[in-house]
């Protein structure tokens, strides 16, 4: 736990203290949801050393620096803290003290793979919106063998999905092309999933190697390691 040293904006603050991004801190103080020292405070404000300041109504407790980590999901575990049916959280992988640590984007259940996890909301708002245009890299097994015709549409021309088109870049990986390597810029819910199942096609495995700058290496799944940020 350490003290402000010196005076610094009040949405910086609480986005490091709060796990947040400066956007999110800002439609807190918007609302009137931020006071320090007892007044409520306004955009722009500025919180100085030794000031208390709470967020609705909870004093902020602070910290001394983020926290990264890398963690390789197993499938079967859910990216979220609220359990959904039988299914285990990926919180069960981690210690209680890392259990204030948010997912930055998600894997399904089913899916596998390099998953970040901190209390830095900057950085998840920097990988996560499209504006940043983060590469995924993930492994892909398919049920039955790809058509040659509908690998060119999905890598070349894109499919058409409820939500907007969806282009993944594709490689084949097997000679029975079955397994491939899936290439992508967006992070839609279960894109690479509905791509595939709008063909006909049932994907068995999905793994998830690369996400931006992090890579997952030979990192044994169900474990972590902290990491440093990294742009």
């Not at 010196?6 to 947040?20: C, D, H, P, T, V």
């Not at 398919?142 to 594709?170: C, N, R, V």
């Amino acid at each position: 736990v350490i003290l402000v040293l010196m005076s610094e904006r009040l949405n910086k603050y609480i986005a490091f203290q709060l796990g947040l991004s400066r956007r999110e801190a800002d439609d807190l103080i918007a609302d009137g949801a931020v006071s320090v020292n007892g007044t409520v405070a306004t955009l722009g404000g500025r919180v100085e050393p030794g000031q208390a300041v709470s967020v609705k109504g909870q004093l902020v407790t602070e910290k001394s620096d983020y926290t990264y980590i890398l963690l390789n999901k197993p499938e079967g575990y859910v990216s979220s803290r609220k359990q959904q049916g039988d299914a285990p959280t990926l919180y069960e992988l981690l210690p209680q003290e890392m259990h204030s640590l948010k997912p930055v984007g998600r894997l399904d259940k089913n899916s596998s793979g390099l998953l970040i996890l901190t209390d830095d909301g900057e950085l998840a708002f920097q990988m996560t919106h499209p504006k940043f245009y983060k590469v995924k890299i993930y492994e892909v097994d398919l049920g039955t063998a790809l058509e040659p015709l509908h690998q060119q549409m999905i890598s070349d021309y894109g499919i058409a999905l409820e939500d907007g088109p969806s282009k993944i870049s594709l490689e084949k990986v097997s000679d029975d092309r079955k397994k491939w390597i899936a290439t992508m810029h967006e992070g839609r819910n279960r894109q690479i999933r509905r791509t595939f199942a709008s063909l006909g096609y049932d994907v068995t495995r999905l793994h998830r190697t690369s996400f931006g700058p992090y890579i997952l290496g030979e990192l044994p799944s169900g474990k972590f390691e902290t990491i440093e940020k990294r742009a």
